[in-house]
Each structure stands twice: as structure tokens, then as C-alpha cells.
């Protein structure tokens, strides 16, 4: 056994080849005038491709340079495509190249306020506004922001189904209205907000685009809406400047000059000497309310999408709000500070998801931008949104990768434009920062959002790239109250297939109570619970329920289980693990893996009977599985059942695989059924855990019991490719994968642990070797096996990182084994596997 083990972690080192960089281009001699992209059409130029896919088309500019013209009717607009030439464009470049005519249009609605103003009256206001913005006012913002949000997530209740935009929507208004204007808007207005701004964006696109300003005054039906939606976001904001609800307290910034209605009304204008009069305190206010809403709700609104998609993700950020944001605890700057993992998830977010589908400038003296000459009077545009997703500045742009922000992350400011850059840049960033997080930790600490099938965020774009359609269920992270009754395991492996996993006892990971137990069990660990939410499929439900049914099938049909087995076995929903862990596998390759896994579980509950007891029983079931590895044809029992299923699964892994690949499988399943024997031999001599065998050989002989090892293998039969052998010879990559088989295996043991605890054989379950090792109560080992999940998560994204640098062909299945501990984590949060029989008569 310790050689075969011994031979399965050998790791074979190589000299690494430092990635070739790429010289960059040699500078032009003479300022070029840009090109012009293909396929404009006779009189409409590229405008169909713009508005039939606005993100798609801006994106495919950057192929033909840094600065790219295009035609949109009779106009010619120059898209800058370049991260650093938008950055000297609106720092270097900015007093040559105003606002465009996209904020033109709102300039004749809004007045001239800090967002439409330039020059010496932007510089006079943005010195009034500052104020507002400093960081001695942070810490009331921050107690405002955490108060609004529990107050409003405090009215949610289990099973709500929430329209996700519209909620964040919502919320960011009122927290802006509450912060910045010490007031609170009535229902009415906040609705007839909301109606507005999708008639207010529509008509800012559509008249930025006319040819002729004077079209904006036709009676047309999308200027109509235009200047409806004007005229209610006036009467919504005088609302908020001039009407309070209600005395100051600690939750509302006092009139002691501390509103912002009440900083612009003690300012003086420095151009005339003279007040700030009241369409100017409007002006900004509006300027306030647009941009403290929109952006950041639907920001909050993409934060929450990709939690639900990357679970792992999820589990980390809650890890790190644990540690230094306590549930209840009111943020201060100083504890944000210390939230650099969720700094990076929300950095990831907006880089990802940029709000801005595209804003302009207009040159007006000739400009050079890098190697590009542009005439003066011409229009200038880009995108956020396709500037964040460059594959040169942001490799891998589409997927969610917060780790690419830690240490810097290798990405320059230039880069990362969120806010803008120089004299105009977002007067307050810090503020949105802020709300993001602190939302964010409001929402998840109290409930835990489970998407609905088929509700999914898509992007709806318009000047800003908007999230619409994410509906999620809501299930209590906390204790549910009183009234509501707990469910029984019937009920929650139903609530679970449907998405909302009710819980029971307390979460391994949070220690939290859930709905199942009372709050005065101090160490139940076993609890599923706080999983995190699944990750995205890419499948339909009904495909992976499908082939769920053709798993039972199979297994009757080999003889593995009785009709009368079927139900209980059903209970334990082996198929959702499987496309949790591997959410893009689809048809012939998903029946394989859910079959593995079946089979592989009636295995290990046969090794709860006699074999597990008896050495020799177990080591001839054992022989005849590996030799079947070989081809072998050992005879065993007429009735061996197991072994004419194995012998078709092993066929159908190994069919069209390379004999690299047959090798390496087969090796690591006989390390896999060898424990069976190994541990039978254990407690047939009463070497247990913590008698005789240590914990440290305790985890190597589970490291290979859990199976993980056979899928990280199947990874590669699933994605159709072998691992690069480069990265094969990497020793990080093998202390990766036997991370990830140790965390799969701790996850295992803390929802398990409650029904090992109640065996007659000794069971070999971490949290159980350690109470006898260290002689420390149930739950310091509970707390010991979370810290230890916890670390390992951590020190594999650090290997992933540094792993996916040196060979990136090879990132498919570093992300596997990623989506594999994920899987397991949420499937044993909500199977009934490991559920202990309730005692008391029914």
C-alpha cells in the first residue's frame, strides 16, 4: 500500500522556460489617420452592427488598431480601442476634447452641473462637492449604507422570490436619498423613478445618434418618453432637496451642514460671488441620483450573478467577512480595509461587467493620440465595458477570475478605467467602492439567494450595460424564525432540486443555526448548509434529470440495486454532484460520470457490511477490480455484480483514450480501491486513527479513498484534451490535486460526521481522528477541519495563479479541479446521504 501511494505522489521536477515577451511595435514616424473598419453599409455606415450587437462589434475594433473609424449615417466617429490612449485622452487630452454629444443631450435637460461642466466651472464646482466626498464623512456613510440595507433585507422572507435588478435598484436609491439627502422618498416617487430612467437612457442613446440636434424637438414618440422622464426625475428630486421624513438621528446626516442640498446652499458660485441657485442644487442633485443608482444596482446585481456561479468565490468572501466584519458589526474604513479578497471579487465585478456600454468626447482643436492623428471636430468614442475585456490587458477576459487583482494582479491603472481618469474622473469612487461592499455583506450574511432555473443576468445594453433577468429564491443563512416550521428531509431534497436549500442543524463552514435545529446546539457540525449556491450550467435541468433516470436504469439493470433500493438511493441525488462539478459536460459523458459515481457509492456502502471488517474478504472483492484494470479475467461469485459493472465502466473511461492517459487512470484507481482493504486491515487489528496510524497517514490513505483523484482524471476525457505534459511535470501540480482531494475529503467528513459518530466499526473521519489525537473537544475539531478546508482553498488558487502563468494551454483543467471541490461542497450541503434517522415516533 505505502508504495503504491508513494509511486501515485512521485513528482518529477523541470526546468521552467520563462515566457517569451512580446517587443512592443516600433513607434510611427508620422501621426496616421486611423482606419476605417470593414463592412459599413451604403448609407447607414456600421450603425446596424452597432445597435445589433453593441458590445460584440466595439470589441472587434481593437483587431484593426488602437484608433478605428466608423460611419454612423453621415457621421464619422473614431472608436479609441486602446486602454492607455483612453487614458491620455481623458487625462493628457482632456481640456482638447470635451463632453460628447451622448452627454450632450443630457447637458439640455439637467442644466450644467458637475457631471456636464468643464473647464474652470467643473474645476469651481467639483471644489464644492468635494466636501461631501472626504474621508472624515466615510465612517456616517458607511453606518447609513449598512443601516438601509438590513433594513431592507430584514423585510425579505424565506421562499420570497426576488426580481434581483429591481430590488438593487431599489436599495441603491435609497441609500443615495439617505446619504447624501438625509431624506427618505415616498413609495410613489420611487416608483416613478425607476418607471423613468428606462425612457431617460433610450432617449439619451437614440438622440446622441441623431444627425441634426433638431430632431430632439420633433414630436416623435422616443422624445416624448425623453422629455416625460425629464420632468419626473425633477419632481422625484425636488422630493428629496427640499422634503424630509422625519427628525435627523444616527442613521440620517444632520441639516449641520451635512446633506448635500445643504453644502451646495451655503456655497458661493466663484465665478459671480453669488449663491448657488436652486436649479443648480438641482442639477447636481440629479447628477447624484443617476449616478449613485444605475450603475451601482446594476453593479450589486452582476456581484450577486456571479456568486451564484462561482460558489467557491462565495465561500471565500464570506470566510474573509467572518474574520473581519462579525455579523451585526457596523463597517468602519478601517475594517473595508482589511477586505482584500472581497476588494477583489467586487474589482473583478465591475472590471468584468464595466456599467459604461460607451461614452464620447468631441476634439476640438486636432488631437494626436499615439500614432493616430484626428481632426478637430471629431467625435470620439469608447467603451468600459470592451476596454476591460482586452485579452491583451485582462488575459482571459470573459471568465470571473478575482485572483487576477491580488498583488496588483500585473494590471496598470491605465488598464482599469471604471471611474475615468483625471480632472473628470467619478467624484465618488470611494463611495460606490464602499456601497458595494457593504451591500454585498448585508445581503449574504442574512440570506442566501439560489437562482431559479433558467434565471439567469443577461447584459442589456444601452449607455450602460444593464443586468436584467436574475431571479433568485431566498433561503435563510441565519436562523429562521419561530414560525416557520423546519423542513423535513422529504421537503428539503425537494426544495433543494429546486434551488432553494432549505438547512438543517448548523453549517460546517459558519457554525450557524439553521432552520432544523435550535439555536442552543453549540457543535452540531453536520448540518447542509451555507453551501455555496451551484455553479452555472450549461446544460438544461431536465437533461441532467434525464440522465439521472438512465443512471437507475443501469443500475437495476446490472443488478446493483432492487426496485424496492431505488428510492432511498434516489434521496441521495449522486447526479446533481456530478453536474455541480462538472457543469459543461453533456450527453454520453454525463451518463458516464453519474454511473462512476454510482457505482463507486454502492462499493463503499457494501464496505459498510462485512468486507470493511474482514481483510480477506476485502482484498479478494479488491484483486478482481484491478485486475480488470488489466484486462485480466479473474472469476469471482456468479452473483458479482459489481464486477461485470466495473468492467464495463472501466471500457467505456478508457474507450478512444491514449494509453498515457489508460496508464495514469488505472494506477490511480488501484490506489483508490487499495484503501478498502487498507482500512479493513486497520480495524481488523485495531490500528484506528489515533492508536496506531497518525493523522498524517490517516489523510494519505483518504486522499486516494475519496475517489476525487479518478475524476480529476476524467477531466480530461470530458474536455477532450490530455493535460499539456509541461504542466503534468509541474510538482505544484501534484500538491494541487492532492489539495484538492484533501479539501473534497474534509468537506465529506464534516457532513458526515454526525452519522459516523453513530457506527459501530470505527470510522476514519478527520474530526473524530483529531478528538482522539488531540484529546480536544468535538468542536475544536470541528473548527480545526474548516480553518484546514479554508487554507487549502487558498493555497490552491495561489497555485492556480502561479500554474496558470507558466502554462495558460492547461487553465481548463486547473479551473476543473476548482469546480470539483465546489461540487462536492454544495452536494453534501444539500444530499440526504449522510442525514442521521430522526429517533422519535412519528
Not at 514616424?29 to 445597435?51: D, I, Q
Request: charged residues 25%; hydrophobic residues 40%; contains cysteine.
Amino acid at each position: 500500500m505505502n508504495l503504491l501511494t508513494d509511486a501515485l505522489l512521485a513528482e518529477t521536477r523541470k526546468r521552467i522556460v520563462p515566457p517569451r515577451t512580446t517587443p512592443p511595435p516600433a513607434p510611427t514616424s508620422r501621426p496616421a489617420v486611423p482606419p476605417l473598419a470593414p463592412g459599413a453599409l451604403p448609407g447607414l455606415g456600421h450603425a446596424a452592427a452597432l445597435l445589433r450587437d453593441p458590445l460584440g462589434f466595439l470589441g472587434s475594433l481593437s483587431r484593426y488598431g488602437g484608433v478605428v473609424r466608423i460611419r454612423l449615417g453621415p457621421r464619422t466617429v473614431c472608436v479609441v480601442t486602446d486602454a492607455r490612449l483612453v487614458h491620455t485622452l481623458l487625462v493628457a487630452r482632456a481640456h482638447d476634447c470635451p463632453r460628447g454629444a451622448v452627454q450632450d443631450t443630457l447637458k439640455t435637460a439637467f442644466g450644467d452641473g458637475l457631471l456636464m461642466s468643464e473647464g474652470q466651472a467643473h474645476r469651481d464646482r467639483r471644489r464644492i462637492i468635494q466636501p461631501a466626498f472626504g474621508p472624515d464623512r466615510m465612517a456616517e456613510y458607511l453606518a447609513v449604507m449598512h443601516h438601509v440595507t438590513e433594513e431592507r433585507a430584514g423585510r425579505w422572507r424565506p421562499g420570497q422570490v426576488l426580481d434581483v435588478a429591481k430590488e438593487m435598484n431599489h436599495l441603491a436609491l435609497e441609500i443615495v436619498t439617505r446619504s447624501l439627502f438625509g431624506a427618505r422618498l415616498s413609495e410613489d416617487a420611487t416608483l416613478a423613478f425607476h418607471r423613468a430612467l428606462p425612457d431617460l437612457v433610450k432617449g439619451q442613446i437614440v438622440q446622441s445618434l441623431y444627425p441634426h440636434p433638431a430632431f430632439a424637438r420633433l414630436p416623435l414618440p422616443v422624445n416624448r418618453r425623453f422629455d416625460a422622464a425629464v420632468r419626473v426625475l425633477n419632481r422625484v428630486v425636488d422630493q428629496a432637496v427640499n422634503r424630509r421624513s422625519g427628525p435627523p438621528g444616527p442613521q440620517t446626516p444632520t441639516e449641520r451642514g451635512g446633506t448635500l442640498p445643504a453644502l451646495l446652499r451655503a456655497a458661493t458660485d466663484p465665478a459671480t460671488g453669488r449663491p448657488l441657485t436652486e436649479a443648480d442644487v438641482r442639477s447636481e442633485a440629479i447628477t447624484m441620483f443617476g449616478a449613485g443608482t444605475e450603475t451601482v444596482s446594476t453593479t450589486l446585481t452582476w456581484l450577486l450573478d456571479e456568486l451564484l456561479r462561482h460558489p467557491e468565490v462565495e465561500a471565500r468572501l464570506l470566510a474573509e467577512l467572518d474574520e473581519h466584519l462579525p455579523a451585526g458589526t457596523v463597517p468602519t474604513p478601517e475594517a473595508l480595509a482589511r477586505l482584500t479578497y472581497t476588494r477583489s471579487v467586487t474589482q473583478e465585478v465591475v472590471r468584468l461587467h464595466a456599467p459604461n456600454a460607451f461614452l464620447m468626447r468631441t476634439a476640438r482643436v486636432p488631437v494626436e493620440l499615439g500614432p493616430y492623428r484626428v481632426p478637430a471636430g471629431t467625435e470620439l468614442l469608447y467603451s468600459l465595458t470592451a476596454l476591460h475585456r482586452d485579452p491583451v490587458r485582462h488575459p482571459e477576459p470573459l471568465a470571473f477570475r478575482p485572483e487576477r487583482w491580488q498583488d496588483a494582479g500585473g494590471v496598470g491603472r491605465p488598464s482599469f478605467l471604471p471611474f475615468g481618469a483625471g480632472k473628470h474622473k467619478c467624484i465618488g469612487e470611494a463611495f460606490a467602492w464602499a456601497e458595494l461592499t457593504v451591500a454585498a455583506a448585508a445581503i449574504l450574511r442574512r440570506w442566501r439567494p439560489v437562482a431559479l432555473p433558467g434565471s439567469r443576468a443577461r447584459e442589456v445594453v444601452w449607455t450602460t450595460v444593464q443586468a436584467q433577468g436574475l431571479r433568485v429564491r431566498l433561503a435563510p443563512r441565519t436562523a429562521v424564525p419561530a414560525e416557520v416550521p423546519a423542513a423535513t428531509p422529504a421537503a428539503r431534497r425537494a426544495t433543494a432540486v429546486d434551488g432553494a436549500r432549505a438547512t438543517a442543524a448548523r453549517c460546517p463552514f459558519t457554525a450557524a443555526p439553521t432552520a432544523a435545529a435550535p439555536a442552543s446546539s453549540p457543535t452540531a457540525p453536520t448540518a447542509p448548509t451555507a453551501a455555496p449556491a451551484a455553479p452555472a450550467r450549461h446544460r438544461a435541468p431536465a437533461e441532467l434529470h434525464a440522465s439521472a433516470e438512465r443512471h437507475a436504469d443501469w443500475a437495476v439493470r446490472h443488478g446493483l440495486l432492487t426496485p424496492d433500493e431505488l428510492p432511498g438511493y434516489r434521496a441521495y441525488a449522486l447526479h446533481e454532484l456530478i453536474g455541480q462539478a462538472f457543469p459543461a459536460v453533456r450527453g454520453a459523458e454525463l451518463d458516464l460520470l453519474i454511473d462512476m459515481l454510482g457505482w463507486f457509492t454502492i462499493l463503499d456502502d457494501r464496505f459498510d457490511g462485512p468486507p470493511g471488517r474482514h481483510p480477506a474478504e476485502a482484498r479478494a472483492l479488491v484483486d478482481r477490480l484491478t485486475a480488470a484494470l488489466d484486462g485480466g479475467d479473474t472469476a469471482g461469485p456468479a452473483d458479482d455484480r459489481l464486477l461485470t459493472a466495473w468492467r464495463e465502466l472501466w471500457a467505456r473511461q478508457s474507450d478512444s483514450m491514449p494509453a498515457t492517459w489508460r496508464t495514469r487512470a488505472a494506477q490511480e484507481w488501484r490506489a483508490c480501491l487499495a484503501t478498502f482493504p487498507a482500512e479493513a486491515e486497520h480495524r481488523a487489528r485495531g490500528t484506528v486513527p489515533a492508536l496506531a496510524l497518525g493523522l498524517a497517514d490517516t489523510m494519505r490513505l483518504r486522499r486516494h479513498g475519496s475517489c476525487v483523484y479518478p475524476f480529476m482524471n476524467i477531466l480530461e476525457r470530458v474536455h477532450g484534451a490530455e493535460i499539456p505534459a509541461a504542466l503534468y511535470a509541474e510538482p505544484a501540480l501534484h500538491r494541487l490535486r492532492a489539495n484538492t482531494a484533501d479539501a473534497a475529503t474534509l468537506i465529506n467528513d464534516l457532513y458526515s460526521l454526525e452519522r459516523e459518530e453513530r457506527q459501530s466499526a470505527a470510522a476514519f473521519n478527520t474530526v473524530l481522528t483529531l478528538q482522539r489525537i488531540r484529546g480536544c473537544t468535538r468542536g475544536r475539531a470541528v473548527r480545526a477541519v474548516r480553518t484546514r478546508v479554508s487554507r487549502l482553498r487558498q493555497e490552491n488558487e495561489a497555485l492556480r495563479r502561479e500554474l496558470g502563468r507558466r502554462h495558460p494551454a492547461g487553465r481548463w483543467y486547473l479551473d476543473g479541479t476548482r469546480e470539483l471541490v465546489a461540487g462536492v461542497h454544495l452536494w453534501t450541503s444539500t444530499s440526504d446521504r449522510y442525514l442521521v434517522p430522526d429517533p422519535r415516533p412519528r
